[in-house]
């Protein structure tokens, strides 16, 4: 059984930096697509970075240039580097997991998800 624990979150300043962790167990991140999913509250979850075994990634508009995913070398625990934050990247920040994903961003292709992490970026 696959299971996620995220880790990393907190508050900030606008224009401040956050790196989130995600930790696999049950499995290695080098089998599954990996992504970063956000939801603040009363809206829907929305895929913020994503990235396949093969290593290609996947980027949300208002991300690219700001956030970077990846792995370590061991493929236990997946990364998100978010720069430059503004208060719209204000959010819970949730981890996942999927097999044979075909889009990278579509939260209903993923089976396994973490407990998530706040992420609170003040003006």
């Known amino acids: 059984q696959v299971q996620l624990v995220e880790s990393g979150g907190g508050s900030v300043q606008s224009g401040g930096s956050l790196t989130l962790s995600c930790t696999i167990s049950?499995?290695?991140?080098?089998?599954?697509?990996m992504t970063w999913f956000r939801q603040e509250v009363g809206k829907e979850r929305e895929g913020v970075a994503g990235?396949?075994?093969?290593?290609?990634?996947t980027y949300a508009n208002s991300v690219k240039g700001r956030f970077t995913i990846s792995q370590d070398g061991a493929k236990s625990t997946l990364f998100l580097q978010m720069n430059s934050l503004r208060p719209e990247d204000t959010a819970m920040y949730y981890c996942a997991a999927g097999y044979l994903v075909a889009s990278k961003l579509d939260r209903y292709e993923y089976g396994y998800w973490g407990q998530g992490t706040q992420v609170t970026v003040s003006s």
């Open positions: 049950g499995g290695t991140t080098g089998r599954y697509t």
């Open positions: 990235v396949d075994p093969d290593g290609s990634t």
